[in-house]
T-cell receptor, first 111, second 115 residues
Framework: GEDVEQSLFLSVREGDSSVINCTYT??????LYWYKQEPGAGLQLLTY?????DMKQDQRLTVLLNKKDKHLSLRIADTQTGDSAIYFC???????????FGTGTRLTIIP | DAGVIQSPRHEVTEMGQEVTLRCKPI?????LFWYRQTMMRGLELLIY????????DSGMPEDRFSAKMPNASFSTLKIQPSEPRDSAVYFC?????????????FGQGTRLTVV
């Protein structure tokens, strides 16, 4: 079955880079996602990567995928106070449209 | 489109009462998901529908929980009777096919408190 794990907390100084990590167990996962949840709000998609890719960059965001180790990371460059949120890793696969989410990592920005 | 719309945003009810949560998915989306979020268990998938038909309800915790999707634009999640341990934020999400399968779009959630 699917299992997605993340560390629960991360604190980063403003202006530094944040790296949020995720591991998953299902090798047939096809799509891997990063969602952001701000306080009192629903989840919003930040970015996603297909399993046949190693890296994807989108402005301040860089996603790295190590398929061999089933490890996904999200790097946020020049972290700002507005980046404070909970970040969820999720996976899905072709033929099964549900998303399985990790526990979420709460990112706190230190001024 | 206004996005996924959930109601109510907040619900406080007494133990033993029936609670009904409502969701309007994005028009044209074929898949609708109900998730529950708690501090202890994170985001759990309760049930999802495809074209109004329940596909996987293995996450529904007990018989006290039931979900329906009578048409493509409306779904309900009902808890009867409610218990304090049901207190959580309940999210509805929908997905569809555009140029391939789209991302899952989430509603704002319903914060349920059972006292």
């Amino acid at each position: 079955g699917e299992d997605v794990e993340q560390s629960l907390f991360l604190s980063v100084r403003e202006g530094d880079s944040s790296v949020i990590n995720c591991t998953y167990t299902d090798s047939s996962s096809t799509y891997l996602y990063w969602y952001k949840q701000e306080p009192g709000a629903g989840l919003q998609l930040l970015t996603y990567i297909f399993s046949n890719m190693d890296m994807k960059q989108d402005q301040r965001l860089t996603v790295l995928l190590n398929k061999k180790d089933k490890h996904l990371s999200l790097r946020i460059a020049d972290t700002q106070t507005g980046d404070s949120a909970i970040y969820f890793c999720a996976e899905s696969k072709i033929g099964n449209e549900k998303l399985t989410f990790g526990t979420g990592t709460r990112l706190t920005i230190i001024p | 489109d206004a996005g996924v719309i959930q109601s109510p945003r907040h619900e406080v009810t007494e133990m033993g009462q029936e609670v009904t949560l409502r969701c309007k998915p994005i028009s044209g989306h074929d898949y609708l998901f109900w998730y529950r979020q708690t501090m202890m268990r994170g985001l759990e998938l309760l049930i999802y529908f495809n074209n109004n038909v329940p596909i996987d309800d293995s996450g529904m915790p007990e018989d006290r929980f039931s979900a329906k999707m009578p048409n493509a634009s409306f779904s309900t999640l009902k808890i009867q009777p409610s218990e304090p341990r049901d207190s959580a934020v309940y999210f509805c999400a929908s997905r569809g096919y555009g140029q391939g399968l789209t991302e899952a779009f989430f509603g704002q959630g319903t914060r349920l408190t059972v006292v």
